[in-house]
């Protein structure tokens, strides 16, 4: 919704404060209620015009995986250049109870991005946000697929964490 508040998805989008005062409250029930909205064509369903495969489920394990407050603090920030930071997120946020991890992955020859470093700077060191890259590379024909190499980075670039498998990252 915030990003919707600068896109403008063809309607009228509420005040970036008012959304913000209503994420610092909201219970699960209500993240429910409005992700259901959000995504049915009564409520415009252009979110998922944009946001393909979003489900009601994945609103809800966010919610309950970071906690009111924490996605408070992620909302906080973003609402100052919403556009801005949609560019640079992270490809993928998975959770799994209370742990939550955003990966960025890097093909060969993909270099990390201005706007992603600006993610990195803004959100994961402040929040103390579990971040990754992920280095992916390609397979040769009948070649094992092997476990992908995760990298934890510093805001410098520095590698923090190396895991040779997913789990232990």
């Given at each position: 919704?915030?990003y919707a508040s600068v896109?403008?998805?063809?309607?009228?989008?509420?005040?970036?404060?008012?959304?913000?005062?209503?994420?610092?409250?909201?219970?699960?029930?209500?993240?429910?209620?409005?992700?259901?909205?959000?995504?049915?064509?009564?409520?415009?369903?252009?979110?998922?015009?944009?946001?393909?495969?979003?489900?009601?489920?994945?609103?809800?394990?966010?919610?309950?995986?970071?906690?009111?407050?924490?996605?408070?603090?992620?909302?906080?920030?973003?609402?100052?250049?919403?556009?801005?930071?949609?560019?640079?997120?992270?490809?993928?946020?998975?959770?799994?109870?209370?742990?939550?991890?955003?990966?960025?992955?890097?093909?060969?020859?993909?270099?990390?991005?201005?706007?992603?470093?600006?993610?990195?700077?803004?959100?994961?060191?402040?929040?103390?946000?579990?971040?990754?890259?992920?280095?992916?590379?390609?397979?040769?024909?009948?070649?094992?697929?092997?476990?992908?190499?995760?990298?934890?980075?510093?805001?410098?670039?520095?590698?923090?964490?190396?895991?040779?498998?997913?789990?232990?990252?």
């Open positions: 919704s915030l896109a403008n998805f063809g309607h009228d989008s509420p005040d970036p404060r008012w959304l913000l005062e209503n994420v610092k409250q909201a219970t699960r029930k209500q993240v429910s209620r409005n992700a259901q909205y959000l995504l049915s064509r009564e409520g415009g369903g252009a979110i998922t015009d944009y946001f393909p495969g979003l489900e009601l489920w994945m609103f809800l394990g966010l919610f309950d995986s970071l906690g009111r407050e924490k996605l408070y603090q992620i909302a906080s920030i973003f609402a100052e250049d919403p556009y801005a930071y949609r560019k640079g997120w992270p490809d993928v946020t998975m959770w799994n109870g209370k742990a939550v991890r955003f990966l960025e992955a890097k093909a060969p020859g993909d270099a990390t991005r201005k706007s992603q470093w600006i993610i990195i700077r803004r959100f994961v060191k402040p929040l103390s946000l579990d971040f990754a890259l992920v280095d992916v590379q390609p397979l040769s024909v009948g070649e094992p697929y092997p476990a992908p190499e995760v990298i934890h980075v510093g805001l410098q670039g520095q590698v923090l964490e190396r895991a040779d498998e997913i789990g232990r990252a």
